[in-house]
């Protein structure tokens, strides 16, 4: 009886709950549709609205989604492993764009990489500052047309397409970082899970989009993926919240991933010049 009644109770929660987001749905939608109308002080609260949302609410939410993240895990044990973490991805990115890039250039085009790299310097310096591929493409353009010696026909077709779906910073990044967060808490993943993290970080940095933090979000496919693969085992799954905890570090290792994924593009460009030089 006793379990029975333990059942129920959990059905009645998860229909409450479903109702709920049905609530939320519909809530959601009406709002919207009320905000997009035309009207002059109906765009004026909208643009109140978006200026609130944007400027006031987001450091609160960042810093509840952070500290509900400390209070669970506790601060002793965050401060020395975030520190590693941050190492970790720094010299992965530094090994992938100063020796991997760089051989892969001189190997399939005997040019001089590092040559290449000072010459790129204003395109790398813009995405460092931008934190975003795409708004540093007409930079990265320009620059490997102008001072790389790259092709018209080279750039105009690799860069644009290089911005969006070559993210190989990106792809590093979100590989480290979801490690990371299961040893954080507590989670040793195996080798099959290992692979798994590997393939969906690589398709999920494919079609995450050229702004800044844009991984942050995609890694939710890569954290629900491993959480699948962790279903009836012991460990338990990871919570999506746990990303709150490299938040607050995500703009410095934003900038150097950033970087590397333009310079992967601009790499690609110039090899692309030998099969399609300017005519």
């Not at 570090?249 to 030089?277: E, F, S």
């Amino acid at each position: 009886i006793a379990y029975d009644a333990c059942v129920t109770d959990g059905r009645r929660h998860q229909y409450y709950v479903s109702c709920y987001c049905y609530l939320d749905v519909y809530f959601s939608f009406f709002f919207c549709f009320f905000f997009s109308s035309r009207r002059r002080h109906t765009r004026l609260r909208r643009d109140w609205s978006s200026d609130v949302c944007s400027s006031d609410l987001t450091p609160i939410g960042v810093f509840f989604l952070v500290a509900w993240t400390v209070g669970k895990i506790g601060f002793e044990s965050i401060v020395g492993p975030l520190g590693w973490y941050m190492t970790t991805v720094l010299v992965g990115l530094a090994i992938h764009g100063f020796l991997i890039l760089p051989l892969v250039l001189f190997l399939f085009s005997w040019k001089n990489p590092f040559r290449f790299m000072w010459q790129m310097k204003r395109a790398l310096m813009t995405a460092i500052g931008t934190d975003s591929s795409s708004a540093t493409l007409p930079v990265t353009i320009d620059t490997a047309e102008s001072e790389g010696g790259c092709s018209k026909r080279a750039a105009n077709f690799v860069l644009p397409l290089g911005s969006t779906i070559n993210m190989d910073g990106t792809a590093l990044y979100e590989a480290v970082a979801v490690v990371f967060l299961f040893q954080l808490y507590g989670i040793e993943l195996e080798f099959g899970q290992l692979i798994i993290v590997v393939i969906t970080a690589t398709l999920a940095a494919i079609g995450a989009a050229g702004i800044p933090s844009a991984g942050l979000v995609t890694m939710v496919i890569v954290i629900s993926a491993v959480n699948m693969n962790l279903s009836g085992s012991a460990s338990g799954p990871l919570p999506i919240a746990a990303i709150g905890i490299i938040l607050g570090v995500d703009r410095i290792l934003d900038m150097c991933r950033t970087a590397v994924n333009v310079w992967g593009d601009a790499v690609g460009a110039k090899l692309i010049t030998r099969l399609a030089p300017d005519e």
